[in-house]
């Protein structure tokens, strides 16, 4: 079994100019990619003898609001015959497609079609690319960190017309504002003004 240090060196070998940062942290080997070359990627860390990843645990979006590009993709890898793990990132934007990898692990199916119901980001060639966590009609995409935290419409059931009815959201009162303090904290005790109920600690006391 390959260590870490050499697990890398040997990929970003293979991957060349796909390959644009490798780094090891916390024993967790992550490799950075171009997104246009995720598919070749995968397959290689899939297939190489050296390698063996063959189980795609989880893919998840990540919206960096603000950076160029705004989102990133990131992709865990495990190999069970070598006990590794290895994390796969790739920056991309919304109106640019990336390629499906469903062709590569069956998996990425469902985690794809949960990466575009909340953060937006299309995948290209995959098969069935529909919301799965969202309502048909759910307008945005949740995730994004520029959603509205009351979102756009709410849903609820009318009693007139015994339908699920969707209207815009009405609030009945603004958003307040909130320290987290404890009210008493800004009652020091002063010696002239105790705080109610100090007497009888003192008279316990004495």
């Known amino acids: 079994m390959p260590t870490l240090e050499n697990l890398a060196t040997r990929i970003a070998e293979t991957l060349g100019s796909d390959c644009l940062d490798k780094t090891i942290c916390h024993n967790e080997l992550t490799l950075d990619v171009y997104p246009n070359s995720i598919v070749r990627v995968l397959t290689i860390l899939r297939d190489n003898l050296a390698c063996k990843f063959k189980v795609l645990v989880d893919i998840c979006g990540v919206d960096y609001l603000g950076e160029i590009?705004?989102?990133?993709?990131?992709?865990?890898?495990?190999?069970?015959?070598?006990?590794?793990?290895?994390?796969?990132?790739?920056?991309?934007?919304?109106?640019?497609?990336?390629?499906?990898?469903?062709?590569?692990?069956?998996?990425?199916?469902?985690?794809?079609?949960?990466?575009?119901?909340?953060?937006?980001?299309?995948?290209?060639?995959?098969p069935d690319l529909r919301r799965i966590m969202t309502d048909y009609n759910f307008e945005g995409h949740?995730?994004?960190?520029?959603?509205?935290?009351?979102?756009?419409?709410e849903v609820r059931y009318n009693e007139e017309e015994k339908r699920v009815a969707y209207e815009p959201i009405r609030l009945t009162q603004d958003y307040r504002s909130f320290d987290f303090l404890s009210p008493w904290e800004g009652m020091l005790p002063q010696e002239s003004d105790p705080l109610p109920g100090d007497e009888k600690a003192e008279s316990h006391h004495d």
């Open 69 to 126: 590009p705004r989102f990133k993709i990131v992709y865990h890898l495990l190999s069970l015959e070598h006990n590794q793990r290895i994390r796969v990132k790739c920056g991309v934007n919304a109106d640019v497609p990336i390629s499906s990898v469903t062709s590569i692990f069956n998996a990425a199916n469902w985690y794809e079609r949960e990466i575009w119901d909340l953060f937006g980001i299309p995948f290209a060639n995959h």
């Open 142 to 153: 949740p995730l994004r960190k520029d959603f509205p935290l009351t979102g756009y419409i």
